[in-house]
């Protein structure tokens, strides 16, 4: 099936560095998504990304924290700079539309720590 | 705001028992109801959706209904297996009047003993 693919699956940082996670969405795709989770709870909403824009972001979603797909190349997270609280897995997901029919494809997450 | 509720946060269960996760949703509108698994080291793969009052999804022998009524899309499946260890997560899609996120509850983590 349709593939999301994430890189890094691991990266290790130091607090206060600067990260950017990379997210290559299935290719029809329009609609781009960034969920976190922290080991063994709850997946979260960060944002969601269209047409260049972001569509709707959650209050997990900080000023350090910034997303783009320049020139339809990789959906990008970056974080700058980084705190302890920001380690987790972060996942991508992308879907066709918004429509009440669509479905998210998730990739295999990027797991960050920070230190 | 939207949310989902899972009550179960962790089930165990032997092989061929019968398998309820339930899942409840508070939406201002009318959104379309999913169901997700999440296999360890893995994203949360789609199971199946329903996207209105009284219909029915199923996947790999898992099946939901959405039921306005009681707020409910409850995961059943008849007779589970080792296999479908995993984490099940409840979710609401996208109610397109300015809300474009899909909400998942918590996650019922299944645990099934041969």
């Known amino acids: 099936g349709p593939k999301v693919l994430q890189i890094p699956s691991h990266q290790i940082i130091d607090m206060g560095q600067m990260v950017t996670l990379n997210c290559d969405p299935v290719?029809?795709?329009?609609?781009f998504y960034w969920y976190k989770q922290i080991l063994g709870q709850q997946m979260e909403f960060l944002v969601n990304f269209y047409n260049g824009k972001v569509m709707e972001k959650s209050k997990l979603f900080k000023d350090q924290f910034s997303v783009e797909r320049p020139d339809g190349s990789y959906f990008t997270l970056k974080i700058q700079p980084t705190a302890l609280e920001d380690s987790a897995v972060y996942f991508c997901a992308s879907s066709l539309g918004l429509s009440n029919t669509g479905q998210l494809y998730f990739g295999e997450g990027s797991k960050l720590t920070v230190l | 705001g939207d949310s989902v509720t899972q009550t179960e946060g962790q089930v165990a269960l032997s092989e061929e028992d019968f398998l309820t996760i339930h899942c409840n949703y508070s939406a201002s509108g009318y959104p379309a109801l999913f169901w997700y698994v999440q296999y360890p080291g893995e994203g949360p793969q789609f199971l199946f959706r329903a996207s209105r009052d009284k219909e029915k999804g199923s996947s790999r022998g898992f099946e939901a209904t959405y039921d306005k009524g009681t707020t409910s899309f409850h995961l059943r499946k008849a007779s589970v297996q080792e296999s479908d260890s995993a984490v099940y997560y409840c979710?609401?899609?996208?109610?397109?009047?300015?809300?474009?996120?899909?909400?998942f509850g918590a996650g019922t983590r299944l645990k099934v003993i041969a």
């Open positions: 290719s029809n795709h329009l609609y």
């Open positions: 979710a609401l899609g996208p109610l397109n009047t300015g809300n474009y996120k899909y909400v």
